[in-house]
C-alpha cells in the first residue's frame, strides 16, 4: 500500500476514503504551510502527497530533494496550484493535479457576499450595531451602493469569472465587461475590452477572478486602481499577490475608489492593520470554497487523482 501525506486535515469522509487506498499520515501542524525544506523532506519520504495552498513546492524544495525524491505525485487540494512549480515537478517526473469545477460556484457565491456586503455596507453596519452604535432608523443612515443594474467588470474569464458574470448579470440586472487574455464567448450578454484599464474605468464594481502564479503578480497595480470611478467598488477572490496590496491601501485612504471586498491576502494569514482598520473594507478569512459538500467535493477530487495513479490510469485533473 502506497504511503500518502496530507498536508491538512480534511474533512472525515475524505479521511475514510483515503484510508481506504493509502496509508495515510495527516500532518499534525497544520496552521502553516510546508517551508521547502519541509516539501523536499515529504517528497523524500512519501509515495504521494495531497497538498493545498501555502505548501511550498518549489524549483528550491524539488532541488534539495534531489535524487532521494520518492513521491510521484502531488494532488492538489484546491484549483489553484501556484504554490507548486509545475516545470520543476516535470523535470523531476512528478505529476500535479488539481481540483477545478467543484470550487466554482461556491468561490462566486463569496464574490457576491463581498460585493453586497461592501456596496450596501452590511459588514459595516453589523459593527455599528454589535457596538451598541445604533440609534435608530433613518432615511440617511447608512447610505450604500444600489447594486442592481450596476456594471461589473470580471477580471479573468474562466469557470469562476463566468458564474460570477453570470450571477451579476442575471440575478442582478447587471452589465457586464470583462478582461480576459484571450479571446472569449460567453452564454449572455458581455462585452470584451482588451485592455485592463479600459475595464476597471467602465465598471461600477471589479471582480479579479484570475488565477495567481508570475504571470499575474501584482496584476492589478496602482494605474489600474487609478482607472476606477471614484464610486468604484473593487473585489478579490483569486489571489492576494495578484493585486500590489500597497497600491490598493493608497487608493482607498486617498477615496481614489470607495471601497473594496477582499477574501485573500498578499500575505495570508497577515493582513495590513491599514486594511483592518478602514470601514470600506470588507474582510473574509479566505472563505471561498468554506462548504462542507465543497470541501469534501475538492477533497474526493484530489483522491480520484491518486487513485487513478494507483490503478495506472491517467490522472483525470492533471496539470
Same mark, same amino acid.
Given at each position: ?27 499534525? $501542524? ?35 530533494? *534531489?535524487?532521494? /525524491? ?24 512528478? /505529476? ?28 459595516? *453596519? ?9 440609534? *435608530? ?18 477580471? *479573468? ?57 508570475? $504571470? ?32 490598493? &491601501? ?41 462548504? /462542507? ?13 491518486? &487513485?487513478?495513479?494507483? $490503478? ?8
Amino acid at each position: 500500500m502506497k504511503t500518502l501525506l496530507i498536508t491538512r486535515l480534511l474533512p472525515e469522509a475524505n479521511i475514510a476514503t483515503a484510508r481506504q487506498h493509502f496509508d495515510v499520515t495527516i500532518r499534525e $501542524e497544520e496552521s502553516a504551510g510546508l517551508t521547502p525544506a519541509e516539501a523536499a523532506d515529504a517528497m523524500k519520504t512519501y509515495d504521494l502527497i495531497l497538498p493545498t495552498l501555502g505548501d511550498a513546492f518549489t524549483a528550491e524544495a524539488f532541488e534539495m530533494a *534531489g535524487a532521494d /525524491l520518492r513521491c510521484k505525485v502531488l494532488a492538489n487540494f484546491g484549483v489553484g496550484y501556484n504554490h507548486i512549480d509545475v516545470d520543476a515537478a516535470k523535470a523531476a517526473g512528478v /505529476l500535479v493535479s488539481n481540483t477545478p469545477g467543484a470550487v466554482t460556484d461556491a468561490t462566486a457565491d463569496i464574490a457576491m457576499t463581498l460585493i453586497l456586503s461592501t456596496c450596501r455596507r452590511a459588514s459595516e *453596519g453589523e459593527r455599528v450595531l454589535r457596538a451598541g452604535n445604533w440609534h *435608530g432608523w433613518g432615511p440617511t443612515q447608512m447610505l450604500g451602493m444600489h447594486v442592481t443594474g450596476k456594471t461589473v467588470g470580471i477580471i *479573468g474569464m474562466g469557470r469562476i469569472g463566468q458564474a460570477i458574470a453570470h450571477r451579476c448579470h442575471y440575478g442582478f440586472g447587471m452589465d457586464v465587461v470583462f478582461y480576459n487574455r484571450s479571446a472569449k464567448e460567453t452564454a449572455f450578454p458581455a462585452r470584451q475590452i482588451d485592455d485592463l484599464a479600459g475595464v476597471m474605468a467602465a465598471a461600477d464594481i471589479v471582480v479579479v477572478a484570475v488565477p495567481g502564479g508570475a $504571470e499575474t503578480n501584482k496584476l492589478i497595480n496602482g494605474d489600474c486602481f487609478a482607472a476606477m470611478k471614484p464610486s468604484g467598488v473593487f473585489v478579490n477572490i483569486a489571489r492576494g499577490d495578484v493585486v500590489d496590496e500597497p497600491a490598493l &491601501i493608497s487608493a482607498l485612504q486617498d477615496g481614489q475608489i470607495a471601497g473594496a471586498g477582499l477574501d485573500v491576502y498578499a500575505q495570508e494569514p497577515f493582513v495590513p492593520l491599514a486594511l483592518r482598520e478602514m470601514d470600506n473594507v470588507t474582510l473574509l478569512p479566505h472563505l471561498g470554497t468554506a462548504a /462542507l459538500e465543497v470541501r469534501e467535493d475538492m477533497g474526493q477530487m484530489a483522491l480520484d487523482n491518486l &487513485i487513478a495513479f494507483e $490503478e495506472g490510469r491517467d490522472l483525470p485533473q492533471a496539470v
